[in-house]
C-alpha cells in the first residue's frame, strides 16, 4: 500500500509558478512510477506528467510540455510538479499518482493505482 499526500496548490497570477510536493509512505518509493493528473470543473481528469522510479525518464503533456517539470526525491519519499509560466486553463484539482513499474507512457488514470486527496491549484488572469 502506498498512500501519497499532496501539498503546495494555491493561488497564483498568470505567469507566476507554484511547486506541487507530494509525500508517500513505504519503503519502496524507487519501485513505484509516479505521476501528475489534473481534473478541472466540469471536465475529466487527464494526465499531466510521470516519472520512472529511477527519475531517468519523465513524460509530458503536450499542454505543459517545457513549462512544468516533474521530478522525485527518492531518499524523502517525495515527487514534485514545479509549474512556470502559469496560465489560467491550468486551473485544476492536481491529483499525485502512483503504480508499481510500468512505463511513463502511461497516461490513462486506469493505469495508476494509487491516488492522493488533490490539492487545488487557481490562476487568475
Known amino acids: 500500500q502506498v498512500q501519497l499526500v499532496e501539498s503546495g496548490g494555491g493561488l497564483v497570477q498568470a505567469g507566476g509558478s507554484l511547486r506541487l510536493s507530494c509525500a508517500a509512505s513505504g519503503r519502496t518509493f524507487s519501485s513505484y512510477r509516479m505521476g501528475w493528473f489534473r481534473q478541472a470543473p466540469g471536465k475529466e481528469r487527464v494526465f499531466v506528467a510521470a516519472i520512472s522510479g529511477s527519475g531517468a525518464h519523465t513524460y509530458y503533456a503536450d499542454s505543459v510540455k517545457g513549462r512544468f517539470t516533474i521530478s522525485r526525491d527518492n531518499a524523502k519519499n517525495t515527487v514534485y510538479l514545479q509549474m512556470n509560466s502559469l496560465k489560467p486553463e491550468d486551473t485544476a484539482v492536481y491529483y499525485c499518482?502512483?503504480?508499481?513499474?510500468?512505463?511513463?507512457?502511461?497516461?490513462?488514470?486506469?493505469?495508476?493505482?494509487?491516488w492522493g486527496q488533490g490539492t487545488q491549484v487557481t490562476v487568475s488572469s
Open positions: 499518482t502512483a503504480d508499481y513499474g510500468g512505463s511513463v507512457y502511461y497516461t490513462r488514470d486506469n493505469q495508476y493505482d494509487y
